[in-house]
């Protein structure tokens, strides 16, 4: 490609200087906006946790613990009918030794039937190991209509509530909620994930006024333990972490996997 030399004005010039630090100021905003975020950047210190997976590779839960910032932390026990988290059991057992709260979620499909992702969702899970109420984990549509979706999602919930004795949490992000889900799930927890240009204004805000009360923040925070990025989540909505444990005298223990 050839390029022509351009005689410039120089009022021309210092509109084109002007436009170039413009772009390098915001430029640098994005980088800020988005670079890593660190544990505490939203809410209070005393209500932080994190959400794994086999993504984060083999975790230091005492250094995770040592800073004592993390109260709490979702595992990823498993996905549709069939994925079940490699890193699942060693998870919750370092977590749990660590001296974390440990709760597990199960990532939902639509369009996969519902008692067959309990039933894997329940190969992974002994309620006994558990401290926090389970979550849902709901992001993808499935070329389902909202009706449908909420349908399948409220026969999981019911099947969690028939055996753990309480309504399981609802993670998804603002945008999917506030789309597909809302007004059909009032008497949930909800956990609600709102990164970027949010950061720092109050926590998620739904269109039916439902409250979320655990919000994730960040999915791009740094922590001791960790290698590379992790989701960061705080308590929000003067949700405490008794809120969200886990009841076990009210679960149903004989069908519970032992």
Partial sequence: MTTKKIHKSPHILAKIIIGVLAVAVVSAGVILLFSADSVGDCGDD??????V???QGVIDWASVAHSGMIKFAYIKASE???HQDTKYLYNTEQARAAGIAVGSYHYFHPNVPVQEQYDNFMQMVSIATQD???VIDV???GRKPSKQICDSLKKFTHL????????????THQHYYN?????????HLLWIARYGIYKYKPHPTLEDNHPCSVWQYSNRGRIDGINGDVDLNTLCNDVELQDILLDKSLTNTITDRL
């Fill in 80 to 82: 549709g009918s069939r």
């Fill in 160 to 171: 969690v509530e028939s055996q753990w004795g309480v309504r399981p949490i609802i993670y």
């Fill in 46 to 51: 005393t209500k932080q946790g994190i959400d």
């Fill in 139 to 141: 992001e993808e549509r």
């Fill in 179 to 187: 789309t597909l889900l809302q007004q059909s799930f009032d008497k």
């Fill in 132 to 134: 926090l109420i389970p």
């Fill in 53 to 55: 997976s086999h993504h």
